[in-house]
């Protein structure tokens, strides 16, 4: 029984206030006319035609990316860049992005293969589910059939192969060629090309001529032929690196038959180099120049180079400028410039920081991964991420990442199909990400099972 002074209360209450309480009839609607009492808690996707990634977080919904369909119109550039430390997806989410690319009929990826395990790269599995057999540069295969790659191909321009002679011997030296230097190399390379015609020329080719320069080319210069010969030593002493030292092997040859630069996916194992030596970005710079001049054609295809470990790249000041170049040259003919990097301090306060902060301009979308705190902080303001952004990229757990594409930013889960899953996780990825959390498990299966689907709808405009 309630308390005689409370009844009278609420009495005198209502008596001078009007009933406090009053009791509303239910009311009937749509979905689409309640969904307007919630505030909207994501920004507008990229659009529905692409490469699916997997769910836009705050909102669920699906998160369509592809550089192709959006260049001209929302990126100005189809470079992208992938920052986060290790296991927390960023392997993934590239096999994944490229094997649902290649459903595509004109895509065409190359990737550069720097890490490793049980003696072939990470990229293996695939290559073998797609046919392919990767290019395996191994200095300890020298005298065997192992891989080469010429320099000096006929099928790269004289003017291609003198540039990529300046390069390797800028990175091995670590300073830029002199005026005397760089003339004794010119000379060795054009007496090459002029008089070697029944077969490739090659590196030993070059470096007899440095050794052994011809009268005739002191005489052009009306200079001794002992200052030829002194000017071009130290050149020598670094090609001959490549000829008969620990890189020998591999670039000291014709070109190996049967390379076949038409293939869907091309895939470079440099797992079996040293990445911490200086034979790491030589074989960057290599690699960077026979494929501008060997695979990149006018014939409408879309091309995806995908560099992982790029800090090798953009961290040598010879070869940003080398690969800056290739970026310029290669977005006029349908190329997407992909460099995966575990921290961008590793490149920004690097010795390239001029080239570094270029390549990053030219990178129009940027994936951040988790980083701690501090690294988080500086990522933020090297690339210019709104405050909410950076604040919680310490806070991402594996497979989420935040998405900036050309200012348009989001946080992205990515999902990943039964199919793809065996060919993405390797044993070190699985020990490394959450792929085994019971908790996420069921919702990635749910929400994969719907991206197979659209993979495996011909008409469908996802892919």
């Not at 505030?39 to 669920?60: C, F, K, N, Q």
């Not at 860049?81 to 290649?102: C, F, H, I």
């Not at 990097?341 to 951040?368: F, Q, W």
């Not at 959450?434 to 996802?462: F, G, K, Y």
Request: without cysteine; glycine residues 8%.
């Amino acid at each position: 029984m309630r308390d005689p002074l409370s009844v009278l209360t609420e009495a005198f209450t209502s008596f001078l206030f009007g009933k406090v309480e009053t009791t509303r009839l239910p009311v009937r609607t749509s979905t689409g006319q309640a969904q307007a009492v919630y505030l909207p808690t994501a920004a507008p996707g990229l659009g529905d035609s692409g490469v699916i990634i997997g769910r836009e977080v705050y909102s669920g919904k699906g998160y369509i990316y592809d550089p192709f369909q959006l260049y001209g119109q929302q990126l100005p550039a189809p470079h992208w860049l992938v920052l986060g430390e290790s296991g927390n997806g960023k392997s993934a989410l590239e096999k994944t992005y490229v094997l649902r690319q290649l459903r595509f009929r004109d895509r065409q990826v190359v990737v550069l293969d720097a890490q490793g395990e049980d003696g072939v790269g990470e990229w293996n599995l695939i290559a073998q589910e797609l046919g392919i057999t990767p290019i395996r540069l191994d200095p300890t295969v020298a005298n065997d059939d192992g891989i080469r790659l010429n320099p000096l191909d006929p099928s790269i321009t004289t003017t291609g192969q003198l540039a990529l002679l300046r390069t390797i011997i800028e990175v091995a030296m670590g300073h830029g060629l002199d005026e005397r230097s760089g003339f004794a190399l010119k000379v060795a390379h054009a007496y090459v090309n002029e008089h070697i015609t029944d077969r490739q020329p090659l590196l030993t080719d070059i470096v007899e001529q440095l050794r052994h320069p011809e009268a005739e080319s002191a005489e052009a210069m009306n200079v001794d032929i002992d200052d030829v010969r002194a000017w071009g030593l130290d050149v020598a002493l670094v090609l001959d690196r490549l000829v008969d030292g620990d890189l020998r092997g591999m670039f000291d040859g014709p070109t190996t038959v049967g390379i076949d630069l038409d293939a869907p996916l091309i895939v470079f194992d440099l797992s079996h180099i040293d990445r911490n030596s200086i034979a790491m970005p030589i074989l960057m710079a290599i690699v960077g120049v026979w494929l501008e001049h060997t695979w990149i054609r006018p014939d409408r295809k879309k091309r995806i180079f995908l560099v992982e470990e790029a800090w090798h790249i953009i961290n040598s000041p010879f070869v940003a400028q080398l690969f800056q170049r290739l970026l310029k040259f290669g977005r006029r003919l349908g190329l997407s410039f992909v460099a995966v990097v575990h921290h961008l301090s590793d490149v920004v306060d690097g010795a390239a920081a001029k080239e570094a902060a270029a390549i990053l301009k030219m990178a129009s979308t940027r994936t951040i991964y988790a980083q701690k705190a501090d690294e988080a902080r500086n990522t933020g303001r090297v690339l210019g991420l709104p405050r909410w952004a950076v604040e919680i990229i310490p806070t991402l757990t594996p497979g989420i990442a935040v998405w900036d594409v050309n200012g348009n930013v989001q946080v992205v889960k990515h999902l990943i199909t039964e199919r793809e899953r065996p060919l993405v996780y390797t044993d070190r990825a699985m020990t490394e990400s959450s792929v085994n959390d019971p908790e996420l498990e069921w919702e990635t299966e749910q929400r994969a099972i719907l991206i197979e689907q659209q993979m495996n709808d011909p008409q469908s405009t996802v892919a």
